[in-house]
């Protein structure tokens, strides 16, 4: 088997660019305060139609206990946006409630230029409002998920009030990338294994999420017009309590100099290889399995629920679809493996041309 490469990580600059507006592109370890693309110069500068076109920010975010799975995203992609909530029983096996929502992003969404102290993420609409929230100091994320049960499709409203803790947590993992093709600088900000609190209703059932795990994804970035990707994420604990979380990616952030790929475990942070995906396309609900290039990590993913989102017009094509379930399997690092068992998370299977 492969030795542990050493995945030693820089701390997060002070900026995206250079005073000279070159992209500081690379892998690092912390927060960083602003996703400042306006400072790109000469070559990776944007031109005004890639700043409506190209320009996508989204903000999403997870977290779980060993009842239940809740999530929430809102995106800005310059010409539109859109919003979805979901909300998964792990004990009964079934989903609890899954919303969507479509609109301009003027008029209903709000993705801020800071992934962590400062974020401010918001979707509203008639019947249902969404937001996550971090003051200057605080050191937890706020989270407010309210649509009315009119809007669920059921007779059951979804409303989720809830925190995820930094302090105390292990770091945030930032990476800024060159973008292929017509693309050209993506910075994405990824946190996991932070502890949970709050409520969640959901399909007429109550529950308390303190004791959770869960965490994050901040990405901002002018992207190619074709953009695909398969991506794993997972928030939980091990056997003894230790909160954990994992970022899988294959096909996005995948130059040389960047890597998105991590695990979480207590206070720390590991960066991890390339990862690789393998899974029945025509049958998502079939398990799937996550492994990386030197053999550190060997996950099996059962799905219990798909999310999913499919749009075909004449300039737009989205499919994209996330399961949710449940990871087991081993991760080894820093020197230790570490046994996974029904660990909560998604992956997900998105092609794009946006």
Known sequence: MTPERDMTLASAPASVSTAEGEPRFGTYV?????????RLQGRWAPSVASKLFKRKRWNYLFAATQEVAALFAVADLGYSANAFAVAVD?????????VSFLGLPVAL????????????VAFRTLGGRMSARRGEDDERYQVEVDVRRGRTGSRHPFRWKGELQVAGGPPALTVIAPVKDDGRVNVTQKRGGLLALGSLEAGGKHFRLDGGVGGLDYTHG????????????GAGRLEDGTPVGLNFVEGFN????????????????????RARFAYDRKDLLEPWRVTTEDGAVDL??????????????RWVVSRFAQPV??????????????????????????????
């Open 30 to 38: 912390g927060e960083l305060r602003e996703v400042d693309l306006g």
């Open 90 to 98: 792990l004990k009964e096996k079934r989903p609890l409630c899954d």
């Open 109 to 120: 969404a709000t993705v801020g230029d800071r992934p962590g102290a400062g974020l401010a």
């Open 222 to 233: 002018y992207l190619a017009r074709h953009t695909a990707w398969r991506w794993a994420y």
């Open 254 to 273: 995948e130059d040389p100099r960047s890597n998105e790929n991590a695990f979480w475990v207590g206070d720390k942070l590991y960066s991890m290889a």
């Open 300 to 313: 099996r993913f059962k799905p219990i629920y798909i999310h999913r989102e499919e749009i075909s017009l």
């Open 325 to 354: 379930g449940l990871f087991e399997g081993t991760v080894r690092a820093g020197g230790r493996t570490y046994t996974l068992s029904s660990l909560p998370g998604v992956t997900e299977d998105q092609d794009m041309l946006w």
